[in-house]
């Protein structure tokens, strides 16, 4: 890794442990509501074997979680409030879900089809990505500036023997900006998420550009 490259992935990690600071600080609910950065461009495979790109998503709001099938707990209960969401939104059909999955070598797309059958996901609104590890890293880090890492010591902290990830869901809007993070595991995380949606709801789409977008550390 070049010079440039390293000192780019520090100020990613620097501005997830801020962020993941400043949420601590900003609410006990787990709740942090700005505008942060837009989503990066990405190519992942659903579980269908289809392409999803960032344009597919472009006039919806998505609620992103990062999860792998073979985690046994964490995963469980992220993966079940996005089923409930998916209930309780069901009636807008400019909400949709997006699973990354952190462990792409394993959730390959037959894998992930089974896994969404266990969460009656509506294929059509609620996909679970796989893709390329490296390219899935980046855009965890760069894109939604949370935590990931394959380093076998931090991943030992969870139960996976490879893998650590976040349990924080992220909002995007319909112009690809995440607006809010919340605590996957709060008990009160699907009404929280469901109230966020329905403002950004009611803004206009497409929205009016901006001169620049804030940091999440101000």
């Known amino acids: 890794m070049n010079f440039s490259a390293c000192c780019q992935q520090l100020v990613a990690l620097a501005a997830a442990l801020c962020l993941i600071s400043c ?23 659903n579980q269908s074997g289809e392409s ?5 998503m472009k006039g ?18 992220l993966s079940s409030r996005l089923a409930e969401l998916q209930m309780q939104l069901k009636d807008f059909d400019d909400v949709a879900f ?24 509506d294929s059509e ?7 390329d590890s490296a390219e899935i890293d980046s855009l965890v880090l760069n894109s939604f500036l949370l935590p990931v890492t394959r380093n ?3 991943a030992g902290k969870l139960l996976s023997e ?18 809010a993070y919340v605590n996957g595991l ?8 469901a109230r966020i949606v329905m403002q950004i709801r009611r803004e206009p789409y497409p929205s009016p550009p901006e001169s620049s977008a804030p940091s999440p550390s101000n």
């Open 162 to 179: 490879s893998l650590i990830h976040t349990d924080r869901m992220a909002i995007v809007d319909k112009n690809g900006k995440v607006r």
């Open 186 to 193: 709060s008990p009160g995380v699907t009404a929280d998420v």
């Open 60 to 77: 919806k709001i998505w609620i992103a979680n990062f999860i792998f099938t073979s985690c046994a707990a964490e995963c469980l209960v």
């Open 52 to 56: 999803l790109n960032l344009e597919d």
């Open 98 to 121: 997006v699973s990354f999955s952190v462990d792409p070598q394993t959730d390959t797309p037959e894998r992930l089809e089974k896994y969404s059958e266990r969460w009656h996901a």
């Open 23 to 45: 949420e601590k600080k900003a609410s006990t609910s787990g709740v942090i509501v700005g505008e942060f950065r837009e989503v990066a461009d990405f190519a992942f495979t």
């Open 152 to 154: 076998p010591i931090d």
């Open 125 to 131: 609104r609620w996909n679970f990505l796989t893709g």
